[in-house]
C-alpha cells in the first residue's frame, strides 16, 4: 500500500463506483507521499499536515472529475505540488524565515544518540540544503529523487516541457552536490 | 563536447534520459576527461544521498482527520451512524429491544385491566353501579351502535373501532372504554356466556388471543348468521378485557393483616359516605375499586396511611365530585 506506485486501477474503480472504503484507502495509501511532499516544499509539519489534508479534500470532492488517463498518483501529486506552489508564492512565509527551527525540527527525530550525531548532521545539511533551492527546482528534485516520479511524470504534474523538468532538476542537484559537498566520499 | 556541456548531460546519464547519440558521445568525453569522470561521482554520489532521504511519515490519526474533513456529515447522520452502525450488530440488538419493550407495554397494559375485570366477574352489582356512568359521555353514540349491534357488518366496524380504542393511550380513552362497557352490557349473551363459563384466563394468554381475533376478524366478513354470531362474540371480547374504567387514584398499600385492613377499608369507606365497587383477593394480594366523595377523600387517604404503607401511583390535584379509587392491596 505504501509502496512508491502501485497498480491502482483497482481502487480507481471503487471510487467511481462511489465505495465508501475506497476514499480512506486511497488516504491510507497516499498519506505519505503526499505529506512528504508538503513537509519539504513547506518546512513546517504543521504546516504540512494542513495542506495534505486539504490535497485530500480536494481530491474527495473532485473524484469523479479524475479521468483516468493519468496515473492515479500523477493526479495527486498534481494537486499536492500545485497546492504547496500556490501556498508559497501567495503567502508571505518563506523557508528562511523558518529559520533554525524548522530545520531542526526536521532533523530531530534522529539528534539524541552520539552514534547518530554525524548523521543527523547530514540530514539536517540536507533538508537545509533542499530548503534553500528555489521553489521551482525544489519541487523537481523532490518529485524525482525523494518521491522517485519520472520525468515524464513530473511534467504532467508541473505542466512543464520534458526539458524544462530535465534542465531543472539537473540545477536543482548541482546546486546540492555544492552545498553538499563535505559529506561527499 | 566541452566538460561543460558533458556536466550537462550527467542528470540525464544517471536517470538514464539520454537518447542513444547523446549518450555515445558523452561517453566518449568520460572516457578522455578524468575531471568530469570525477565530477560525475560526486553527482552520482549527491543524488545518492538524496534518495537515501528517509520518506516523511504523516503523524499519527492523519487519516482520520482527513475522512473527517472531507466527509463533514451532517450531525443527524452522525448520530444515526453512532446509533445504528455497524448495522449488522446493532440493528437486530435494536429490533429486539424494540420488541421486547412492545411486548412489555402490551403487557401492563393489558394486566391490570384484566384484574380489574376478575373482580367484576366475581361481584354482580358493580355492572348496576357502572351502566350508568358509562353511559354518561356518548348517549348519541351508543344509541346507533345499539340500534345497529346486530349486523355482522356493525360487528366488523365494532371490532375496528374497538382496536383503535384499545391501542389508543391519549385521554379520550377512557371515555372509549366506558363506550365499549356500555356496548357490551347492551349485548348480554355473549357476555353472559362467557361470566357462566366462567372464562377466566391468565392475563397473557388472553391478550394473546384478543390480538389474534383482532387480526384475523378485522379484515375479513362472516360468511353466514353462525360467522356473524360468533364474530360479535369475539368482537365483545376486548371491551370484556379493556373494561376497566381508569380511576382517579390509584396506588398500593402494603399491609401487615389483608384481612383486617380489608375490614377497616370497608368501615372506613362507609364511614365516609362512600361505596365499594369492587373487590377481588388472589393469594398475593387484593384489588379493590371504591368511589368517595371529594371532601372526604384527604381523610380516606390519611385513614389509608394507617391501614399501611400507602404509595399511590396516580393522586392528581383536581379531583372530581366522586373520587373512584383503585387501591391494589398486599401483605
Redesign the interface.
Known sequence: MEGRIGDDSHLVDRLRQGDPRAFEDLVIAYQHRVFGVALRMLGSRAEAEDLAQEVFVRVHGAIAEFRGDAKLSTWLYTIASRLCLNRLASSERRMVREGEETLTRLASRHASPAAELERSELETALHRAIAELPEERRIVVVLRDLEGLSYEEIAAALELELGTVRSRLHRARMDLREKLERFLP | MTCHEAR?L???LI?D?LGGEERAVLDAHLATCADCGRELQ??R???A???A???????AG??D???E???PAPWPRRLLRALFLPWPVKLPVEAAAVVLVAVGVVYLYQATPELQQAARLESPAPTVAEAPRAATPQPSETSIEKKDAPAPSRARAENVQRSTASSDTSGDTEQRRDRQNFQRDAEPAPSAGMVAGGKTEAPPARSGRVLDTRESQAPAAPESAADALKARKQASTPPAVASFASPDVSGGLAVNDRDAALRALAELVARLGGVEDRRVSWPEGSIVELTIPREAYAEFARQLARLGRWQPTREPAELPARVRIGLRITG
Open positions: 550537462e550527467f542528470s540525464a536517470d534520459a560526486r553527482f554520489d549527491t543524488v544521498l538524496l534518495r532521504v528517509e520518506p516523511a511519515r504523516a503523524p492523519f487519516v482527520r482527513v475522512l474533513a472531507a466527509r
